[in-house]
Nanobody, 122 residues
Framework: QVQLVESGGGLVQTGGSLRLSCAASGRTLSGYIMGWFRQAPGKEREFVARINWSSTTTYVADSVKGRFTISRDNAKNTVYLQMSSLKPEDTAVYYC???????????????WGQGTQVTVSS
């Protein structure tokens, strides 16, 4: 079982930047697909970005493309989400998740962190 702890959230002004971190424990993330998701008040959880084990493949949602970058440091068992040019609509709780296979990613049947709040003021 993988335990995930997100950090780095906070309050930032429009146009600002934040870097979220997701530290894993319990087992190595070898082979795992890592993803970031977010959930705004009153809305469903939505996909933000994902990265494969070797960092050779990344995907980001159209809504954040060009502004958010996902990366990972396997030696540190940590995944990052660099967010820049933040907008008020980026305000949400951001969750990190680990998926052992593409199938579990598709069904979102993985290990989830507790989330970190990001608030972008206008």
């Amino acid at each position: 079982q993988v335990q995930l702890v997100e950090s780095g959230g906070g309050l930032v002004q429009t146009g600002g930047s934040l870097r979220l971190s997701c530290a894993a424990s319990g087992r190595t993330l070898s082979g795992y697909i890592m993803g970031w998701f977010r959930q705004a008040p009153g809305k469903e959880r939505e996909f933000v970005a994902r990265i494969n084990w070797s960092s050779t493949t990344t995907y980001v949602a159209d809504s954040v493309k060009g502004r958010f970058t996902i990366s990972r440091d396997n030696a540190k068992n940590t995944v990052y989400l660099q967010m820049s040019s933040l907008k008020p609509e980026d305000t949400a709780v951001y969750y990190c998740a680990a998926f052992s296979t593409v199938t579990t990613f598709a069904s979102l049947s993985g290990s989830w962190g507790q989330g970190t709040q990001v608030t972008v003021s206008s």
